[in-house]
């Protein structure tokens, strides 16, 4: 197997010259592993002893493939990357490889031996130590109790805070084990998270997204603590989609797209760029977005919309500009998590700013406005999540409907609610977007997802509004309703409304936008006419790398 | 003078008891409001057992198994069946207070003997000090022997950091592998013991009688407390002595003609825990390290 | 062991059969009690639930035992809707008492067209007044409404135990802490029924409660401020959505029960006792919490559900006299019936799955069709 391995080896070291090209070809959805392994880029260090080798792993999930015969290799005190967009399967892989879940098919070989990772626990004791994204710490007490609970009971807690403090000073950590949690800031907190990992001697430390909450000082920091433990050792599996960190920190990267290995390179060698193009693939715009629009009026003016973290795992906002035009599609495009909520929540008025002068309908300062008010001026906004968000589960259709209506005429006379008009409206939104409801009283709980997506969607459509800002429209909904909802907006802004889509999906931000911006870390690129716009500058700027940005941004 | 201060301490023992079992129960993240009705089944079992046996000894262990399993029957809804913990407390003091005097009605103008004093040798002979602090009957004690528990407990051992633990954020334990529930059950367990001993004081040493509702309101003067000491075990002590010394007070005030009404010293206990609960609120750091974050929250692993 | 699997839809039987299996449930339940502890079960049940409606005028005294519960109840609905807990209703109540008392007391001479609005005005101002103290807290500071509508109650207590021990009290009470008597305008009179005359104490406050349980339906289910209450209750942030305010909200829905508590206890003296005393209720607050949830948190039902607990009230009295009881026994019936409704709200929301230890697994699915 071992040999195998080299071999590939030096085929993709053969092969390298032609990358590029291996790339933009390299979306198939129906691959056999034997083609796969001549496709497969493999880049390795040489000299290493290889810790941990997964090859053919396979994953599914009802008929979708998470893992689709990934292979995947770390050293002993590599930093090693595991690159690529939301649902491309990094989490899927790395919670296999912690034992949170069994892949299908594939060996996973742990120091050459084959092992089954049966849960967390196991992949403790091999020496795996996982630190997710949104850790969760025991706020109220201190730190080194915080450790304490995570190993086994014996040691003293006084052993254990010098323990603590002789390691802190090794790695530069500066974590003091008699402070209370809730007085950290959140990238000591993270580090506090490290240390129990650490503490457990394991050989390999993965962690999931560790800068997505860090200021740019902390993300240093945090990189010479693990380059320290690389020196001492270490292995490390680091996921992200920040281009110019992978670059600073690993020295080889491994990139997923829809399930699929698309490579493994050197970083070194590599630039932004190139990861940027095996991250995103190459998109090819669809019919119906060629149709540019003219140059509308500008409907919704955002002018540098600032907003602080509302949460520990929050992203804050930074100077957010935009104008969505009459007739168009601007989609925001842009990995999970860099703003999408906050902007979401800002732009439907949940949140609002103090200052004036931040968002505009119509050149009309709506800064101050709730929901109500904005959706009375002619704004539909369908949030990301349904449940309990658009819409209240345990209610029926009609007054899911009310939920967005109260305000506007008809609905409500003198505080009473028109029961008739009510549920009339509901069942209008009902045919004429294709819900289907197991009965007319059904509690929106009831419905599918992609049924209740129609919906809350339908609802906004219905009122023919001037501007409609959607977030994630078709997100866990099935094809044929997706395909309806864009159709849908597409209808929408050809009849002369803006359309405002935040979305993760590329390839439904290039199936339907018109002008294209991305999100990256609370900031908004400038938008792009999305006709010879390429995924490589997208898959750039959704990576945060400096090179994306060009002279117009 | 040393008489009233010795009434100060006799009435603050049921406090005590209550509150510190109660305390554990909080720090646990349960909310059981059913202390009353737990004080209420562990007095008429203490009394019960005292008076059929003529062993205050035997009703003071019975008074603590009674309150126990009254707060299992909470357990099994609040925890078990995840209902609602605020109506689930208050179904229970209803329904203690309604067994008690069930049980209670045959019991009722029958006297005991109660516990004795026990006179530490030496300690005893000191004087007023000595009868301030080392005549009590065995309770006395114990109360201030079960605070001193709770605190090393909760403070000093991995079983009270899991508690804590628990308390703060349940779902971070249940992810290091902790039985939420299980812990919780214990907990609420225990807290049912303590209002069980702190019921059975009354019967056995204040007033060696059983009346229906014998508790007036104590239980919910200890879950006032729990929140008044912020939930630490040693200022329950102190604040038990406090609002036990506000009750006396209002009787020695009475006595001597005060001009303040009595009823106004007695709000002060509640007043004084809405001023905390202020306190609490607004102060995020203050909270975080005094009032266990999933206190009255639901837990099931399932989500 | 003890799982539970949420459900997605919840069938309608179930939701309407809840109420009927918790009654049975709980006759059962107290029957092997009061079994176990050597009283003749049937015996108990009789003197409880028949004995105190075996005569039309006792069906009048049932509704006036409801009156207070279904009052209360009305009110509490919509904060238990809206998912903030007032516990402290018993409070309000006694403030509201207190209020209308002092219109009662300060203006005897006002006629009985005038005195009567205003005592109930100013009844709802001291409940809603009492109320507002969680819900200015809680807004403002995010305090525990539990916790401080629940000490409150003690305070208020305490409150009215100073005002007719002390500056209220009657002069010729011989001592008693008890107010002057009300004049017949703040006193609410008896129904007298065509054909029948007086049916046992029956007065024209258990019409009011009637009519204030028929409005507080409509308002929370036809009207825009009642539909705030759910979303905000089952989906606080699709309320935000909505564009709703939580603070409103809250504020609203503690204002409501609040001035209903006021009210109920202005009814409770005025009809019932006729001057202002130390106990002016029987844990009536606290009860009403027992009712609002036999009622699932329906305004209409609260007035079955109010009479079913009436009765069980009444029954402590009754068992009092026959059986020689303490009327708090009653609270055996209330607190398992409680006990069974709120289990009742799991075996809604979930598919209740008991295991027991090894592998003996029992399956429980109520409702499961």
């Not at chain 1, 490290?194 to 000082?217: G, K």
């Amino acid at each position: 197997m071992l040999l195998f391995f080299f071999e590939q080896v030096q085929t993709a070291a053969a092969l390298r010259p032609h990358l590029s090209e291996a790339f933009m070809t390299a979306r198939p959805r129906t691959k056999t592993s034997t083609n796969s392994a001549k496709k497969a880029v493999v880049a390795a260090p040489t000299h290493q002893t290889l810790l941990l080798n997964a090859s053919g792993i396979v994953k599914r999930f009802g008929n979708f493939t998470a893992n689709d015969d990934v292979s995947f290799s770390i050293y002993e005190g590599e930093i090693h990357a595991l690159l690529g967009e939301n649902g491309a399967g990094k989490s899927t892989f790395v919670k296999m490889v912690y034992g949170l879940m069994q892949p299908d098919s594939g060996v996973l070989e742990w120091r050459g031996q084959p092992v089954t990772i049966t849960g967390p626990q196991h992949a403790r004791d091999m020496g795996i130590g996982m630190v997710f994204q949104h850790f969760s710490l025991f706020q109220a007490l201190t730190v080194a109790e915080n450790i304490q609970l995570a190993l086994p009971a014996g040691e003293s807690l006084s052993g254990l805070s010098d323990r603590v403090r002789r390691m802190s000073a090794e790695y530069g950590i500066g974590v003091d084990p008699d402070a209370r949690v809730h007085n950290l800031s959140v990238g000591q907190q993270q580090r506090v998270e490290i240390m129990r990992c650490l503490l457990q001697n394991p050989s390999l430390l993965i962690m999931d997204e560790p800068t997505s909450v860090l200021t740019p000082q902390e993300t240093d920091q945090l990189f010479d603590v693990l380059r320290r433990f690389s020196d001492s050792g270490v292995a490390i599996l680091f996921i992200s989609h920040k281009l110019d960190e992978i670059r600073a920190l690993t020295s080889r990267a491994t990139v997923l797209r829809r399930g699929i290995n698309v490579g493994t390179v050197d970083t070194d060698t590599r630039s932004a760029r190139q990861l940027a193009e095996m991250m995103v693939g190459e998109m090819v715009g669809d019919v119906a977005r060629n149709t540019a629009p003219s140059d509308g009026d500008v409907l919704l003016e955002i002018s540098h919309l600032s907003r602080p973290r509302p949460t520990q795992f929050a992203t804050p906002l930074r100077k957010i500009s935009l104008q969505a035009r009459q007739g168009e599609i601007l989609a925001i495009a842009g990995i999970a998590g860099n703003g999408q909520d906050e902007l979401m929540e800002a732009m439907i008025g949940e949140w609002r700013a103090e200052s004036d002068g931040i968002i505009f309908l119509k050149g009309l300062d709506i800064t101050h406005a709730g929901p109500a008010v904005r959706r009375n001026a002619g704004i539909g906004f369908v949030p990301e999540e349904r449940n309990g968000h658009a819409a209240v589960p345990t209610m029926s259709l009609a007054e899911n409907n009310l939920l967005t209506s109260h305000s506007l005429d008809g609905a409500v006379k003198n505080g009473v609610i028109d029961d008739d008009a009510m549920r009339q409206a509901a069942a209008d939104v009902a045919t004429a977007f294709d819900v289907r409801l197991p009965n007319e009283n059904s509690l929106a709980s009831a419905l599918s997802g992609g049924n209740l997506q129609k919906f809350v969607v339908g609802r906004e459509i219905a009122k023919s509004p001037e501007v409609l800002i959607v977030s994630q429209p078709t997100w866990g909904v099935d094809v044929g309703a997706a395909m309806f909802i864009r159709s849908a907006m597409l209808e929408l802004a050809a009849k002369g409304s803006a359309v405002v889509m935040i979305s993760q999906d590329l390839e439904e931000v290039f199936m339907i936008a018109h002008r294209i911006a991305v999100l990256y870390d609370g900031h908004l690129s400038a938008a792009m006419d999305a006709t010879g716009l390429t995924a490589e500058k997208v898959g750039l700027l959704m990576g945060g790398s400096a090179a994306g940005k060009g002279p117009d941004a | 003078m040393e008489q009233l201060i010795l009434t100060v301490i006799l009435t603050s023992v049921p406090l005590i008891f209550a509150a510190s079992g109660e305390l554990i129960a909080e720090r646990s993240g349960v909310l059981n409001l059913g202390v009353e009705g737990m004080m209420l089944m562990g007095a008429v079992s203490a009394f019960a057992i005292a008076m059929g046996t003529g062993s205050p000894i035997l009703g003071m262990f019975a008074g603590a198994f009674a309150g126990a399993l009254t707060a299992g029957i909470f357990a099994f809804f609040a925890l078990g069946l995840a209902t609602n913990q605020v109506a689930t407390g208050l179904a229970l003091t209803i329904f203690g207070t309604g067994l008690s005097g069930l049980i209670g009605a045959p019991l009722v103008g029958h006297a005991i003997d109660g516990l004795p004093q026990i006179h530490i040798p030496l300690l005893a002979d000191i004087p007023i000090l000595g009868m301030l602090l080392f005549q009590h009957d065995i309770m006395v004690y114990l109360a201030v022997i079960m605070v001193g528990l709770c605190a090393w407990v909760l403070n000093a051992t991995r079983v009270g950091l899991i508690i804590r633990a628990v308390g703060d954020n349940h779902d971070s334990a249940h992810a290091l592998g902790y039985s939420v529930l299980g812990v919780r059950l214990l907990a609420v367990m225990f807290g049912g013991m303590m209002a069980g001993l702190g019921g059975a004081y009354l019967p056995l040493v204040l007033t060696p009688h059983w009346a229906e509702g014998m508790t007036a309101g104590r239980g919910w003067i200890a879950l006032a407390l729990v929140v008044f000491a912020s939930w630490r075990p040693w200022r329950v002590l102190g604040g038990a002595l406090v609002f036990g010394g506000i009750t006396i007070m209002q009787l020695a005030g009475q006595a001597r003609g005060w001009t303040i009404p009595s009823q106004f010293l007695s709000m002060l206990p509640y007043l004084a825990t809405i001023i905390v609960l202020v306190l609490i609120a607004r102060n995020r750091e203050f909270a975080l390290a005094n009032s266990p974050a999933c206190l009255g929250r639901i837990f099931h692993a399932g989500k | 062991m003890i799982s539970l699997i949420p459900r997605k839809d919840i069938p309608l039987a179930l939701t309407v059969m809840t109420p009927i299996i918790a009654i049975a449930l709980t006759l059962i339940v107290g029957a092997i009690i009061f079994a176990t502890l050597g009283y003749d079960p049937l015996r108990a049940l009789y003197q409880f639930f028949i004995a105190p409606v075996s005569r039309p005028d006792q069906i009048g005294d049932l509704f006036v035992k409801a009156c207070p519960l279904i009052i209360i109840a009305s009110g509490l609905v919509f904060c238990y809707r809206a998912n903030v807990w007032n516990i402290g209703a018993e409070g309000q109540l006694i403030l509201g008492a207190v209020f209308a008392g002092y219109v009662a007391l300060t203006f005897p001479g006002l006629p009985g067209w005038a005195m009567m609005p205003l005592m109930v005005i100013a009844g709802m101002i001291g409940g809603l007044l009492w109320a507002m103290i969680p819900a200015l807290l809680k807004t403002r500071f995010n305090t525990n409404e539990i916790l401080v509508s629940l000490m409150l109650t003690y305070v208020a207590a305490l409150l009215i135990d100073w005002i007719v021990r002390g500056p209220w009290r009657d002069p010729m009470s011989f001592g008693f802490p008890l107010t002057k008597m009300y004049e017949d305008a703040a006193l609410i009179s008896r129904i007298e029924l065509p054909g029948i005359g007086y049916l046992g104490q029956l007065h024209w406050g258990v019409v009011g409660a009637l009519l204030l349980a028929v409005g507080a339906w409509f308002v929370l289910s036809r009207m825009l401020v009642g539909f705030q209450v759910k979303v905000m209750g089952a989906a606080p942030r699709a309320g935000r959505f909505a564009g709703f305010s939580p603070s409103f909200v809250t504020v609203m829905v503690l204002g409501i029960s609040g001035a209903a508590a006021g009210v109920a206890g202005m009814v409770e003296v005025s009809a019932n006792i006729g001057q202002l005393q130390p106990d002016i209720s029987f844990g009536y607050g606290f009860t009403a919490i027992i009712v609002a949830f036999l009622a699932r948190l329906n305004p209409l039902a609260v007035i079955g559900a109010g009479l079913v607990v009436a009765l069980a009230e009444l029954g402590g009295d009754s068992a009092q006299i026959a059986l020689g009881m303490p009327k708090v026994v009653t609270g055996v019936f209330k607190g398992i019936l409680l006990f069974m409704l709120l289990a009742g709200e799991t075996f809604n929301r979930f598919h209740v799955e008991i295991r027991l230890p090894k592998s003996a697994a029992t399956k429980v699915s109520a409702g499961q069709n």
